[in-house]
């Protein structure tokens, strides 16, 4: 590596971005922050740039923005506060930084890590919904950018480091199967009586991974999977054919790739996202994470089970929107970003995300999106519907 690398970190405040700034701060030889940025989280927002002395700061109204200066001004932090959309793009596309951290959560993601990749930049990806969302246009976008994209999703990590470096496509370096591993989540065994009354503290509670509130659910509800099968088929240029889930409820085992030659190379750890976030920020290198190492002799065996579409509709929904192409993924996530939500405040139960989700998918039809403003439309039209279908389940 030369020189130092300077970052824009995009949803810095959230978990991805706190385990990010974790890792960063042990190596401050190697990294800078050139901008931090939240949605409104203004005191942590605040301690984040005394920290790390970013020459920017982002968030999203313009109460959080005057609020954030007044607490700079106060602890005498240089940081200039810009706000809104356009200054998200402007620092994720800045000259001055070459990796952009895309840790924003949700279809808010979508256009600050486009800006980012149109600009070229190194960029790390956590926000997953931007690329279901973005799709072909997403990845065309890399290709003629020449922008690195670096899979900070656990499983799309552990994927990329079992393939080979250089990695063009499956068929060429002789893989028979990506194997893409989930823990199931908290409901794995539970009776779909007591689903019912699942309340957003249980469904938030993961048994392995401390993670933000809406990625909590989707893990829930396996919905996660499903955007994480189509992330992979974006990331790695496969078909749905050739990605298989795999339930594997310790989470030590990140996923796997079979061979045509019977071998299945895996990638372990504990989950810990510092793990994944480390290996993009100093790929091809390693770097401490601060993690500790995986104690094997701890390990009580490794279960392996095919997940139970019944209980997981939501995974299987998402499998048949990358199979229908087209804005359906895009569909899939905007109608569960609104589900996820309306769960989360109590408006619907439990299982009503995956009703939401049916009812909007039933009769969705459409064609590719060629340009950002038609995921953006497609994004709008499929979230009126969500919220026609809660309103019509409160009825
Ligand atoms: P989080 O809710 O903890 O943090 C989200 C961040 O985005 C915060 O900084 C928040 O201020 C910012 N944000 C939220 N809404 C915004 C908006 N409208 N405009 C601008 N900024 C906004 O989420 P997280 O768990 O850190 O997840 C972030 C992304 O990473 C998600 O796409 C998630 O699927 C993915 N991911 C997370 C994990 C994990 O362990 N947490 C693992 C893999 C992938
Ligand atoms: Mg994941």
């Not at 930049?121 to 973005?134: F, I, P, T, W």
């Not at 900070?152 to 552990?158: C, I, L, M, Q, R």
């Not at 009586?193 to 659910?217: D, E, Y």
């Not at 989360?344 to 590719?368: H, K, N, P």
């Amino acid at each position: 590596m030369s020189g130092v690398d300077a970052l824009t970190v995009l949803g810095s405040t959230g978990s991805i971005g706190s385990s990010t700034l974790d890792v960063l701060s042990r190596h401050s030889d190697r990294f800078r922050v050139f901008a931090l940025t939240a949605n409104t989280q203004v005191a942590l927002l605040a301690q984040q740039c005394a920290r790390f002395e970013p020459r920017f700061a982002v968030v999203m109204t313009d109460k959080a923005a005057q609020t954030l200066r007044a607490l700079l001004a106060e602890r005498k932090v240089a940081t200039e506060v810009l706000c809104g959309l356009q200054s998200l793009i402007e620092v994720a596309s800045a000259v001055e930084a070459n990796t952009v951290v895309a840790a924003i959560v949700g279809a808010a993601g979508l256009e600050p890590t486009m800006a980012a990749v149109g600009a070229g930049k190194k960029v790390l990806l956590a926000n997953k919904e931007a690329l279901v969302m973005g799709g072909r246009l997403f990845t065309s976008a890399v290709k003629a950018s020449g922008a690195v994209l670096l899979p900070v999703d656990s499983e799309h990590n552990a994927i990329f480091q079992c393939l080979p470096s250089g990695f063009t496509c499956l068929q060429a370096c002789g893989v028979r199967k990506i194997l893409l591993t989930g823990s199931g989540g908290p409901f794995r065994e539970t009776d779909r009586a007591a689903l019912t009354a699942v309340t957003p503290a249980q469904a938030v509670a993961h048994p392995n991974w401390s993670m933000g509130r809406k990625i909590s659910v989707d893990s829930a509800t396996m919905m996660n999977k499903g955007l994480e099968f189509i992330e992979a088929c974006w990331l790695f240029d496969a078909a749905p054919k050739d990605i298989e889930v795999v339930v594997h409820p310790q989470s030590i085992i990140h996923s796997m790739v079979e061979y045509l030659d019977g071998s299945i190379v895996a990638q372990m750890g504990r989950p810990d996202m510092r793990t994944p976030i480390a290996h993009c920020l100093a790929w091809p290198q390693r770097i401490n994470a601060a993690v500790e190492p995986l104690d094997l002799f701890a390990l009580r065996g490794l279960d392996f089970y095919p997940p139970d579409f019944g209980r997981f509709p939501c995974l299987k929904m998402a499998m048949q929107a990358m199979s229908e192409g087209g804005s359906y993924p895009v569909a899939l996530n905007a109608a569960n970003e609104i589900a996820v939500d309306a769960f989360l405040d109590e408006t619907i139960g439990y299982l009503q995300i995956a009703e939401v989700l049916a009812s909007v998918m039933d009769v969705w039809r459409g064609g590719e999106p060629e340009s950002l403003l038609a995921v953006k439309e497609a994004d709008f039209e499929a979230r009126l519907a969500a919220e026609s279908e809660i309103d019509r389940l409160r009825r």
